[in-house]
C-alpha cells in the first residue's frame, strides 16, 4: 500500500501542479496578453485621432484662405441687397433710392408707400409702391431703364400708366411698384 499511496501523491502533486499551471495561465498570463492588446488598440486609436488633429492643423491655412475668399464674395454679393438692419430701414433705403433715380431725372412723386416683406428663403422681399408723374415717355423711359440696371437690383413688379390730360398727351402719371432683395 506504501507504493500506491506514493503514485497517488505524485499523481495528486503532478494534478494539482499542471491545475496550477492552467490557472496561472488563464487568469495570468491570458490576461496580460489581453490588457496589452487593449493598449495597443488604444495606442492606435489615439495615433488616428492624432493624425487626424495633425491633419486639421495643417490644413489650417487653406481653411483661412477659403474663409477669406468667402468674406470677399459675401460682400460682393451683398452690395447687390438693399442693406438695413431692420426690414424698416432697408424699406427706407429703397424708397429713398427709387426716390433719387425718379427726381434726378424728372418725375414727380405724389405719394409713395411700403408694402409688407415677403420671405423668400435667406431673403426677404421689399416693395415701395410710388404714384409718380413723367414729364413724357422719354423720361419714363430712361427711369425705368435707371431702375432696372443699377445696384442694387431693383425690379419692377408692377407699372400702371396713364396720361394725364387726353388733349395734350405729355404727362403720364404712372403707378409703380418696384421690388428689391434684403438680408434676414
Do not use: C
Not at 442693406?83 to 434726378?104: E, H, R, W
Not at 431702375?147 to 404727362?171: C, F, G, H, M, S
Amino acid at each position: 500500500m506504501g507504493k500506491r499511496n506514493k503514485i497517488f501523491k505524485w499523481a495528486a502533486v503532478v494534478l494539482i501542479l499542471s491545475l496550477g499551471i492552467a490557472v496561472l495561465y488563464d487568469y495570468g498570463i491570458l490576461s496580460i496578453h489581453d490588457r496589452l492588446n487593449s493598449i495597443q488598440d488604444l495606442q492606435k486609436s489615439k495615433a488616428k485621432t492624432l493624425q487626424k488633429y495633425t491633419d486639421a492643423i495643417a490644413s489650417k491655412p487653406l481653411l483661412e484662405k477659403r474663409l477669406l475668399e468667402l468674406a470677399e464674395t459675401r460682400k460682393h454679393e451683398d452690395t447687390k441687397l438693399i442693406m438695413g438692419q431692420t426690414p424698416a430701414i432697408a424699406a427706407a433705403n429703397l424708397q429713398n433710392t427709387v426716390k433719387d433715380i425718379i427726381q434726378g431725372r424728372g418725375g414727380t412723386i405724389h405719394s409713395e408707400r411700403v408694402e409688407k416683406s415677403e420671405d423668400l428663403g435667406k431673403f426677404k422681399v421689399t416693395h415701395v409702391v410710388l404714384d409718380v408723374i413723367f414729364p413724357d415717355i422719354r423720361a419714363m423711359s430712361d427711369i425705368l431703364f435707371k431702375i432696372e440696371t443699377q445696384t442694387p437690383y431693383l425690379v419692377v413688379k408692377e407699372l400702371d400708366v396713364r396720361v394725364r390730360n387726353y388733349a395734350e398727351p405729355k404727362d403720364l402719371v404712372v403707378k409703380i411698384k418696384i421690388a428689391a432683395l434684403t438680408g434676414k
